[in-house]
């Protein structure tokens, strides 16, 4: 008799954030390769995508660009560009590049918020409900950091992210992702953050601590059905000291296939689109499944052996 497990949701949506978060913290790489990487991300089937930031070459410098970036991407039905900005005038940036979704980033350390986007919490509560009014009926995604805890306040409590989502959406925005800036969360902590604010959120994972996999099937049996990954595993702020990549595309597809939770996209596609990105960086990726390849490979490979 197989072992029963939890119940879980018969899908799931995926947002790759690879293009943006993955490469922000990289040297930088054309225009021409990061629409290759989106395109190869689109081949795998990946229907979500951020694809740009509109933020200050000086602060970000791989992410110049990101009007041509929105430009030269393929437009098809079904297929959503996200682009992540820090204030009003990227929002119009933003907007005028045709985005179908906008992502907006505030903090619930005060420290960690000054140095990302150089505002108080406050201030950027104020600015997000600009962004909103902007934004009209393009949705408008807010990635609470350090959700889970931060790296220079130490714990935050689930009641503090479950009244700023709170906030964020009588101010305007349309849905609310958690993110585990330094890897700080558990299990326990997913819990507890989704008890708070119910399985609506999206959860945005790091690997500092080698959790993000445990952490998304912590959500996922609790009813959560939106995820952030980057392709390769690759990602992490480079205003957050110990910051690590995100929780990788291939690896959390590779679960969810062997769960039977339907995501739409095809691993082997994934795993051609890491091929690719690894050679964009020039090194090795931090994603174990990128490395390893699928579980079935190795049975595969083995049993050729054998024979």
Known sequence: MTPALPVLPGGVTIREVGPRDGLQPETPISVTDRVRLIEALMVAGVRRIEAAAFVSPKAVPAMAGAAEVLAAVPRHAGLRYTALVPNLRGAELALSSDVDEITVTIS???????????????ESTQEIARICSAAGPTPVDAVVSCAFGSPYEGEV????????????????????????????????????????????????????????LVCAYAGLAL??????????????????????????????????????????????????????????????????????GPRTRLAETRSGEER
């Open 108 to 122: 619930l350390s005060e420290a960690y918020n000054q140095r990302n986007v150089r505002m108080s919490i406050t």
């Open 157 to 212: 409590a689930p009641d503090e992210v479950a009244e700023l989502a709170a906030r964020l959406q009588a101010g305007g925005c349309t849905s609310i992702t958690c993110a585990d800036t330094t890897g700080m969360a558990t299990p326990r902590r997913i819990a507890e953050v989704v008890d708070a604010t119910g399985p609506g959120i999206a959860l945005h994972l790091h690997e500092t601590r080698g959790t993000a």
């Open 223 to 292: 009813g959560v059905t939106r995820f952030d990954t980057s392709v390769g595993g690759l990602g992490g702020s480079p205003f957050a000291a110990g910051a690590a990549g995100n929780l990788a595309t291939e690896g959390l597809v590779a679960m969810l296939d062997d769960l039977g939770v339907e995501t739409g996209i095809d691993l082997d596609g994934l795993l051609a689109a890491a091929v690719l990105v690894q050679d964009l960086v020039g090194r090795p990726l931090p994603s174990p499944v990128a490395a390893a």
